[in-house]
């Protein structure tokens, strides 16, 4: 019998929050230079970790209050054990329409086929260049073969399209964006411009492009057209070809921001619900429910937060206010 849904998730600007990215760990394999710094130790302990029948029962709330769309984010979300097991408990919840999961792609070779059977629906896999010696200098590993075996792994397990998502920085791979457009159109894959946000030490020393310039530009060089694509889950805006085989995006938080669409909040490994990417406010989802809360304080506080979700970031005005890095946050 489906459960009983609950009351909307509306803030008070009267944006309705239908999308959630979950956090499985803070850990990564990759040390990206906008987004951990090399060296850093300051992981949540694992034991504040919200446990898969915990990080459930949050979800089956979030899920009955209007949720549609649940992302699985870390730090990298395939280190997390028994994360096939989770995936499958989670595609159960019902109401929930979109399944996916954000990834560097390190690890997807040998966990793609069993995360589709258990009902992962979609790929976002981070891909900042095809160039080897460019991909060790920005991730700290020489592990781009990795990577690549792992969107072939992917498609090969059904998930199409992917969508590669590619942060742009001046003077480190501005100058590879058509190529790995060209990869993106070759395999079918939807390419994703993204531009860096001042999250953490590491992000505020991100330098940034413009991209909603690049976007046209790129677009006009290989024939795309504007497109509706991914509206309505997403900040990205597209450009198709004719025939709806290739297509680029761009996210645009600094140039462009999309905060009067906003409809989402992100949930950290240890139950934190963070209510702005580039604000501190937040609600300790998982520290009630370990305190023994019932389901209807957890909505009582989950109702709270919402109301209170501020109405926009303030990285342009404030862009030393975000400390925690965005492995930290959930992606």
Known sequence: MPATPLAPLVDSF???????????????????????????????????????AELLRLLALFVRSGVARVRLTGGEPLLRGGLTDLVRGIAGLPGLRDLSLSSNGTRLARLAGELRAAGLQRLNISLDTLDRACFARITGRDALASVLDGLQAAQAAGFTPIKLNMVVQPGVNLDQVDAVL?????????????????????????????????GRSLAGRHGLLPSLQGQGAGPARYWSSPDGLASLGVITPMSQHFCATCNRVRLGVDGTLYLCLGQDDQVPMGR????????????????????????????????????????????
């Open 14 to 52: 009267g944006r309705r929050i239908d999308y959630l990215r979950v956090s499985v760990t803070d850990r990564c394999d990759l040390r990206c230079t906008y987004c951990l710094p090399k060296g850093f130790k300051g992981f949540e302990e694992p034991a504040h970790w919200l446990r898969p």
């Open 182 to 214: 060209a990869f993106a159109m070759a395999h079918g894959h939807v390419l994703r411009l993204i531009e860096p946000m001042p999250v953490g030490r590491t992000g505020q020393d991100t330098a940034g492009v413009d991209l909603s310039a690049l």
């Open 288 to 331: 009630l429910l370990r305190a023994g809360a019932s389901d209807a304080e957890l909505l009582q506080a989950l109702h709270a937060g919402i109301a209170a979700k501020p109405e926009r970031h303030v990285f342009r005005e404030q862009p030393e206010q975000v400390l925690r890095f965005m492995a930290q946050t959930g992606g």
